[in-house]
């Protein structure tokens, strides 16, 4: 069973930079993609990053290219998402998961697997 952790929230200001780490276990993952989706409050959860475990291919949201990073550690099946620029707008609940597949998705209903969730507070 896949096990995901996130960690690395917390609050930073407007302009400045926080890196999320999502710790995954439970097999193997080089047939995965893995994703982050955030959800603020009264909104929708909405798609953030995507990347491919195997290839590193990567697909992202509009509000957040050019401006946020996704990678993977495959030794230490690790994902990571370095966000710069931080504006208000980015708060939210920030979670990881994981999907069958090594395509990179932006359809939140393709993931099987979620973390828990960490918050993200960024103030103006």
Partial sequence: QVHLVESGGG????????RLSC??????FSNY????FRQ????????????????????FADSVKGRFTISRDSAKNTMYLQMNSLKPDDTAVYYC??????????????YDD???????????
Wanted: aromatic fraction near 8%; hydrophobic fraction near 35%.
């Fill in 40 to 59: 603020a409050p009264g909104k929708e959860r909405e798609f953030v990053a995507a990347i491919s475990w195997s290839s590193g291919g990567t697909v």
């Fill in 33 to 36: 993609a893995m994703g982050w």
């Fill in 11 to 18: 609050s930073a200001q407007a302009g400045g930079s926080l």
């Fill in 114 to 124: 979620w973390g828990q969730g960490t918050q993200v507070t960024v103030s103006s």
């Fill in 97 to 110: 998961a994981a999907k069958w597949g090594s395509t990179p998705s932006s359809s939140m209903g393709r």
């Fill in 23 to 28: 710790a995954a276990s439970g097999r193997s």
